[in-house]
């Protein structure tokens, strides 16, 4: 069965840095699209990056401050967050695509499968 675990999650003050990772098992790692998405209370489920082998995408919120990038050797998809914001408060989760590719914006419909989440808060 197809497995993600997000990592990373925790508290900083606003302006400072955390590193989310997914570590996926149970499926085609490389052939497959992987994203971020974010839900805070009271608000839809929204994207904030993908990857696939060809492109990357950035919700115009986090462009500039947010990388995401993948180890195919390690299964593993990673999102770099700096300059992090309180409105970056949210459960961040990770979700994959099997089908290797996924139009942009990033849609949570075209996404199979979805870890736990992990909590990222930013207050002073």
């Known amino acids: 069965q197809v497995l993600l675990v997000e990592s990373g999650g925790g508290s900083v003050q606003p302006g400072g840095s955390l590193r989310l990772s997914c570590t996926a098992s149970?499926?085609?790692?490389?052939?497959?699209?992987m994203a971020w998405f974010r839900q805070a209370p009271g608000k839809e489920r929204e994207g904030v990056s993908g990857?696939?082998?060809?492109?990357?995408y950035y919700a115009d919120s986090v462009k500039g401050r947010f990388t995401i990038s993948r180890d195919n050797a390690k299964n593993t998809l990673y999102l770099q967050m700096n300059s992090l914001r309180p409105e970056g408060t949210a459960m961040y989760y990770c979700?994959?695509?099997?089908?290797?590719?996924?139009?942009?914006?990033?849609?949570?419909?075209?996404?199979?499968?979805w870890g736990q989440g992990t909590q990222v808060t930013v207050s002073s």
């Open positions: 979700a994959a695509s099997p089908k290797g590719w996924v139009h942009f914006p990033i849609s949570a419909d075209d996404y199979n499968y």
């Open positions: 149970g499926l085609t790692f490389d052939a497959s699209a």
């Open positions: 990857i696939s082998w060809s492109r990357i």
